[in-house]
């Protein structure tokens, strides 16, 4: 059996993605790692992060983005493809540059992948998450937020990244260009797999976030929409979390890769503790509007957790 990684993206460091942690945390598991690496900007040292790892399991890959091509956030879902086809795995193990595997599970994985080899069934593996909002200690856990996804799948042609590269689905005939399309595409058979995906992609300076959103509204939006914006003044204020002591605090442990990179965290009095739970920012996130808030305390106070019209982008099989 053999288990390749892979990831993609741009401008990574200085956005403060932990993609060098992203890539180490599962290096231990997998027989090769692909990284597709954008055409960042000059001041973006992530590509010598990744070299310093020094690994031969590791693969760098340079590619360019174009959004023109692939608009509405689809070159992410183009970036993974690129690395994904790179793969020659039995199982291809997914990470976003934000996204990191605690050490304890990766027996886990490597044992769940190894019973459900012959499973041909079973088309991928399904992962709980944690949200880390802020800082390292609060968590978004409400209707909005997503509580399981796809990020080990089989190695076959159909499997594309889809959409924005939030998950994957089977596109048979794939033009290689509409990630987004709907018609003719098909969910995947997976398996849970007793594991969790720290996300930390909420978890920068204030300031560095506002970079961020930036960033994705360009690859969302295009150049010409985030230019108006910015006429507008929209990304010149300092991100603002919402009311922390409101969230769900987290008491379990970080992955220990990630241990140098949150001590970096200093950024706590730019952080509110008190005053409205939403956030101020001029752009209302799903979560802080007032339909979701009350759906989230439905859920959580009446209904003992259990979501309501929750979206899977992928069919459960009992193995």
């Known amino acids: 059996?053999?288990?390749?990684?892979?990831?993609?993206?741009?401008?990574?460091?200085?956005?403060?993605?932990?993609m060098r942690q992203s890539v180490e945390s599962i290096l231990p598991l997998v027989d090769e790692f692909v990284v597709a690496l954008g055409d960042s900007d000059e001041d973006d040292i992530t590509r010598a992060e990744i070299a310093a790892i020094g690994s031969e399991k590791i693969r760098i890959v340079d590619?360019?983005?174009?959004?023109?091509?692939?608009?509405?956030?689809?070159?992410?879902?183009?970036?993974?493809?690129?690395?994904?086809?790179?793969?020659s795995g039995d199982w291809l193990f997914y990470l976003q540059s934000d996204e990191v595997v605690h050490e304890r599970d990766l027996e886990n994985i490597r044992q769940r992948c190894e019973e459900l080899l012959d499973d041909h069934d079973v088309e991928g593996l399904?992962?709980?998450?944690?949200?880390?909002?802020?800082?390292?200690?609060?968590?978004?856990?409400?209707?909005?937020?997503?509580?399981?996804?796809?990020r080990i799948v089989r190695n076959l042609p159909e499997i594309h990244s889809w959409e924005s590269a939030q998950s994957f689905r089977k596109i048979p005939g794939f033009d290689g260009v509409n990630y987004r399309q709907q018609a003719g595409t098909?969910?995947?058979?997976?398996?849970?797999?007793?594991?969790?995906?720290?996300?930390?992609?909420?978890?920068?300076?204030?300031?560095?976030?506002?970079?961020?959103?930036?960033?994705?509204?360009?690859?969302?939006?295009?150049?010409?929409?985030?230019?108006?914006?910015?006429?507008?003044?929209?990304?010149?204020?300092?991100?603002?979390?919402?009311?922390?002591?409101?969230?769900?605090?987290?008491?379990?442990?970080?992955?220990?890769?990630?241990?140098?990179?949150?001590?970096?965290?200093?950024?706590?009095?730019?952080?509110r503790f008190t005053g409205p739970t939403q956030s101020l920012n001029p752009f209302r996130a799903k979560h802080d509007k007032l339909k979701y808030r009350v759906v989230t305390w439905i859920e959580k106070n009446l209904l003992g957790g259990r979501r309501l019209g929750e979206f899977a982008n992928f069919i459960l099989l009992k193995r």
């Open 126 to 150: 399904l992962f709980r998450y944690h949200h880390f909002w802020g800082d390292y200690e609060h968590l978004q856990d409400g209707h909005c937020w997503y509580r399981r996804e796809i």
């Open 1 to 18: 059996m053999k288990i390749s990684g892979f990831t993609m993206g741009k401008n990574a460091l200085k956005l403060y993605y932990p």
């Open 63 to 87: 590619t360019v983005w174009d959004i023109e091509k692939y608009p509405r956030g689809m070159e992410h879902a183009h970036q993974t493809d690129i690395a994904m086809d790179l793969c």
């Open 186 to 271: 098909h969910k995947l058979n997976v398996a849970n797999v007793d594991a969790e995906i720290f996300h930390y992609g909420w978890v920068r300076p204030p300031r560095v976030m506002q970079n961020k959103i930036k960033a994705f509204s360009i690859n969302h939006r295009g150049r010409e929409s985030v230019a108006k914006m910015e006429a507008a003044h929209h990304f010149d204020h300092i991100f603002d979390y919402g009311n922390l002591s409101k969230y769900t605090r987290y008491e379990g442990t970080h992955p220990a890769v990630m241990q140098p990179w949150m001590e970096k965290f200093d950024w706590k009095e730019q952080l």
